[in-house]
């Protein structure tokens, strides 16, 4: 995009959404509005901010680049619920015992 200006950008990245053509790329406006969109959907929850912030900022990071990630049992099942653990292929697990289980087998 020669002579492409920062609306040109977030044009074509809205455009790519709506047309569902990204898998993999742009991972953190996949994963952050995924995750807390569905953190403030459940009307019964309490959003903690410090803590749910860097959670999904963790979630963030590791999911496209770690084959692994070890987290605490809420924050797994948003990411099953959401698919994310499939859409990045990467192993998310909060039980201890199988954690060591996915820690032995490497």
């Known amino acids: 995009m020669a002579g492409a200006n920062a609306d040109d ?3 074509l990245i809205i455009q790519l959404f709506r ?3 990204l898998t993999n790329e742009l991972p ?4 952050d509005p995924s995750l807390f969109g569905l953190m403030w959907w459940n009307k019964d929850r309490i959003y903690k901010d410090g803590n749910d ?3 999904v900022l963790h979630a963030s990071n590791a999911l496209p680049n770690c084959d692994y990630f070890f987290t605490e ?4 099942s948003m990411i099953v619920k959401l698919k ?3 859409s990045f ?3 998310v697990e909060s039980d201890g015992k199988k954690v ?3 820690l032995n087998a490497i």
């Open 9 to 11: 950008y977030c044009k």
């Open 28 to 31: 953190l406006f996949k994963i």
């Open 100 to 102: 060591l289980e996915a």
């Open 84 to 86: 994310l653990d499939k």
């Open 73 to 76: 049992k809420e924050l797994r």
């Open 19 to 21: 047309e569902d053509k």
């Open 89 to 91: 292929g990467g192993v």
């Open 53 to 55: 912030t860097m959670d």
